[in-house]
């Protein structure tokens, strides 16, 4: 799936992270990687030092158990 310009300037816009980092992240997570609770805790908490934002522990169970279980809306554009 790509994403437009558009879409990194808005993401840009919103945390301060540019298309560069965003890309990097995004290989971190490919293939089964997504399924690997250590890996996205890993990322979660990464994600959280580069915009400056502390992920408390209970928002990091939710956001893993969303992706573990397959519950990320599909079309993340439209959020952003």
């Given at each position: 799936m790509g994403f437009s310009d558009n879409f990194y300037k808005k993401v840009e816009q919103k945390t301060n992270v540019n298309k560069d980092t965003i890309l990097s992240l995004a290989k971190k997570l490919q293939g089964?990687?997504?399924?690997?609770?250590?890996?996205?805790?890993?990322?979660?908490?990464?994600?959280?030092?580069?915009?400056?934002?502390?992920?408390?522990?209970?928002?990091?169970?939710?956001?893993v158990n969303a992706i573990v279980t397959d519950k990320v809306p599909k079309n993340i554009d439209k959020m952003i």
């Open positions: 089964d990687n997504l399924k690997d609770e250590s890996v996205l805790r890993d990322l979660i908490q990464e994600i959280g030092t580069i915009t400056g934002k502390e992920v408390p522990k209970s928002q990091e169970d939710k956001i």
